[in-house]
Nanobody, 123 residues
Framework: QVQLVESGGGLVQPGGSLRLSCTAS????????MAWYRQAPGKQRELVAD???????NYTDSVKGRFTISKDNAKNAVYLQMNSLKPEDMAVYYC?????????????????WGQGALVTVSS
């Protein structure tokens, strides 16, 4: 079973920075994409940024120029560098990974979510 473990959340003042990390472990054949989502209280979960197997990235408009998603293929890890944080960035951040895992002699699609990392932006 593929599992994701997140780290790096915490309290930061407006204008500050945080870096989230997420590592996938288990029997993984390949990863198609890795992404970060967030969910603020009373709001739906939204995509923040994603990165494909080729390295192409996509960001929601509200974080463009402030957040950077990156990955380390050797570690099956994805990172989210968050700069110039604003109070409206405060949320629980979840990493998401999609790919293929062995299923006997076959391969099957998987999608996994991390446990969530709370990011609090407050003075």
């Amino acid at each position: 079973q593929v599992q994701l473990v997140e780290s790096g959340g915490g309290l930061v003042q407006p204008g500050g920075s945080l870096r989230l990390s997420c590592t996938a472990s288990g029997s993984i054949h390949s990863i198609n994409s890795m992404a970060w989502y967030r969910q603020a209280p009373g709001k739906q979960r939204e995509l923040v940024a994603d990165i494909s197997s080729s390295g192409s990235t996509n960001y929601t408009d509200s974080v463009k120029g402030r957040f950077t998603i990156s990955k380390d293929n050797a570690k099956n890890a994805v990172y989210l560098q968050m700069n110039s944080l604003k109070p409206e960035d405060m949320a629980v951040y979840y990493c998401n990974t999609k790919g293929l895992e062995p299923d006997g002699e076959e391969l099957r699609y998987f999608e996994r979510w991390g446990q969530g990392a709370l990011v609090t932006v407050s003075s």
